[in-house]
């Protein structure tokens, strides 16, 4: 199943033959069961790429199995998994904000910044089955702003200042939102580097 995945890396990204490397990732993914193949055969699934009919239930259904799987790509299939069931628009029944934060959760236990912020969102402003919880919503505001995720450093720092969930401390709103300035300049000094 490696060498599998190599070889549509290889079919992607060098020869540029998308039709021949969903192929091989869809064989990879159906019969061999290799979560990162799953996963690449999402975002083909995503983008319509390589003959692939772009699907967003398709999709869904090749991240959670990558997720299932495990493996390198676990983390964002998981993530992944979250993004569309909170959507909703791959799910039949619509969003499911219990499913997107079960999932989330399984990213952000694994070090996903994002899924972390994404739960921090979804404690804030609550969704049908899923109440808000301040509290919960800090904990994982605060935990993606370790992880280096600007935003979720931005609304801790709120939090602290407004008292939500917290009880009111400018000491440490200040300390996180200078740490959300921080992120931002050194993501803006990435890419200015990047595009030198």
């Known amino acids: 199943p490696s060498g599998c995945l190599r070889l549509a890396d290889y079919l992607d990204g060098v020869?540029?033959?998308?039709?021949?490397?969903?192929?091989?990732?869809?064989?990879?993914?159906?019969?061999?069961?290799?979560?990162?193949?799953?996963?690449?055969?999402?975002?083909?699934?995503?983008?319509?790429?390589?003959?692939?009919?772009?699907?967003?239930?398709?999709?869904?259904?090749?991240?959670?199995?990558?997720?299932?799987?495990?493996?390198?790509?676990?983390?964002?299939?998981?993530?992944?998994?979250?993004?569309?069931?909170?959507?909703?628009?791959?799910?039949?029944?619509?969003?499911?904000?219990?499913?997107a934060r079960n999932y989330y959760e399984r990213a952000c236990?694994?070090?996903?910044?994002?899924?972390?912020?994404?739960?921090?969102?979804?404690?804030?402003?609550?969704?049908?089955g899923l109440a808000s919880d301040m509290g919960r919503a800090l904990q994982f505001a605060l935990q993606a702003c370790q992880l280096g995720h600007v935003w979720g450093c931005a609304n801790a720092s709120r939090m602290f200042k407004l008292g939500e969930g917290v009880p009111k401390d400018q000491a440490r709103a200040e300390e996180l939102k200078n740490r959300a300035k921080e992120l931002h300049s050194q993501q803006k000094e990435a890419q200015l580097t990047f595009g030198e």
């Open 109 to 128: 236990g694994e070090g996903l910044a994002a899924s972390c912020f994404n739960l921090s969102v979804l404690y804030i402003t609550g969704a049908p």
């Open 15 to 99: 020869k540029k033959n998308y039709e021949a490397a969903a192929q091989v990732l869809r064989h990879n993914c159906e019969q061999n069961g290799h979560g990162e193949s799953c996963y690449k055969l999402g975002t083909y699934h995503i983008a319509g790429k390589g003959g692939v009919p772009a699907c967003l239930r398709s999709a869904y259904s090749c991240f959670l199995r990558s997720c299932e799987k495990g493996g390198k790509k676990r983390a964002e299939a998981c993530h992944s998994v979250g993004l569309l069931a909170h959507d909703g628009r791959a799910l039949e029944a619509g969003p499911d904000a219990g499913a």
